[in-house]
């Protein structure tokens, strides 16, 4: 079972980024999915989620109207487009599973499985 996320960089204060998340192993397949944040010295932050059945989604407040998470079953991949990025949201971001429900969990802990994460840098 991994998560291979990919697609963060640097980029400019009003950019826009794309990250993507590989699945393996039955991972992506009757799970809910999601995107976890981290700045060194701080805890975990929920980002954004989608469940598997009915691909419900959630976001963080800080993020919404910026940031879109979506799906691609056929692909076994998950993506997460971040638009208008802001210096505050410089964070390594992590690709999240745990088995399907019809609603998303913002708890880190309710997820199972958890990618290596990928850093995004946002000048100003």
């Known amino acids: 079972v991994q998560l291979q996320a990919s697609g963060g960089g640097l980029v400019r204060a009003g950019g826009s980024l794309r990250l993507s998340c590989a699945a393996s192993?039955?991972?992506?397949?009757?799970?809910?999915m999601g995107w976890f944040r981290q700045v060194p010295g701080k805890e975990r932050e929920f980002v954004a989620g989608?469940?598997?059945?009915?691909?419900?989604?959630d976001y963080a407040d800080s993020v919404k109207g910026r940031f879109t998470i979506f799906r691609d079953n056929g692909k076994d991949t998950l993506y997460l487009e971040l638009d208008s990025l802001k210096p505050e949201d410089t964070a390594v971001y992590y690709c999240?599973?745990?088995?399907?429900?019809?609603?998303?969990?913002?708890?880190?802990?309710?997820?199972?499985?958890w990618g290596q994460g990928t850093q995004v840098t946002v000048s100003s």
């Open positions: 999240v599973a745990k088995r399907g429900s019809t609603y998303v969990s913002k708890a880190g802990g309710d997820y199972t499985y």
């Open positions: 192993g039955r991972t992506f397949l009757g799970h809910d």
């Open positions: 989608i469940s598997w059945i009915r691909s419900r989604t």
